[in-house]
């Protein structure tokens, strides 16, 4: 297993320290760039250009963020790195362009937005460009076939679970989960506490949360976990 202990040390600013998509957007260069100033570690969405290269982008259409119809895996990474997101001079960046950018001055907590049936070669092409980067890693996924095919890649990276729920049959398929010899987990925060996670706790796996918005949220996060994934406020002070 490898150490994900420095996963707890930083907030993991969502998406970027973006400001709720007024003027920095999620999942932006510039939203990075806010980040490594404030010395937030970062989290962020990978999907697979149609040109088997990783772009980061939450959602699977262009609409909400582009303002145009589109399923993001049917464009190359050329084609996206082309479309303004939210109107702004940002577009689309690669993964490669996230890590020029970073060149390790903060974590980074990638999450592999999967697609089944239409994944083979994205965990190993994620790899491929993370190969000689020096920096903190961590990569994530709800996806359990992308975190079956790092492990079995021998990733050289902390891997862990997105997830949430409450209910005792998905804390089984949690389970099946953290059973590929997980790292981490990233969990909803208002699903917290549970029995999953006190468990998954008490064994010294680190759990950070999603996605907190508020001071209710924090005070909620770390009576039951160890970190916060953040959005819209300066966790630096108390909001």
């Known amino acids: 297993m490898t150490s994900a202990a ?73 084609e996206l790195g082309l479309l303004s997101v939210g109107g702004t001079a940002d577009k689309i960046p690669t993964l490669k362009q996230l890590l020029d950018l970073v060149r390790g001055k903060v974590p980074l907590v990638l999450e592999l937005k999967g697609r089944e049936a239409d994944d083979e070669g994205f965990a190993e092409t994620v790899l491929e460009v993370l190969e000689g ?39 089984e398929v949690h389970e099946k989960a953290m059973a590929l010899g997980l790292d981490f987990i990233s969990y909803f925060f208002a699903d917290l506490p549970n029995p999953f996670i006190s468990g998954q706790r008490a064994k010294g796996i680190p759990v950070i949360t999603w996605t907190v918005r508020d001071e209710k949220a924090r005070k909620h996060t770390f009576e039951n976990a160890d970190q916060m994934t953040f959005e819209g406020f300066d966790p630096r002070v108390s909001v």
């Open 6 to 78: 420095w996963i707890k040390e930083l907030p993991v600013a969502h998406r970027g320290y973006h400001d709720t998509n007024k003027l920095v957007w999620e999942n932006t260069l510039s939203a990075f760039s806010r980040a490594v100033e404030a010395g937030f570690a970062i989290e962020c969405d990978l999907h697979y250009a149609s040109d088997g290269v990783p772009i980061i982008f939450h959602d699977e259409n262009l609409e909400r963020l582009c303002n145009m119809p589109g399923d993001i895996r049917a464009r190359t990474s050329q």
């Open 133 to 171: 980067y020096q920096g903190k890693v961590a990569l994530m996924s709800f996806d359990h076939w992308l975190l079956r095919d790092l492990k079995a890649l021998n990733a050289p990276y902390p891997v862990g679970l997105t997830a949430g729920g409450n209910k005792p049959e998905e804390f």
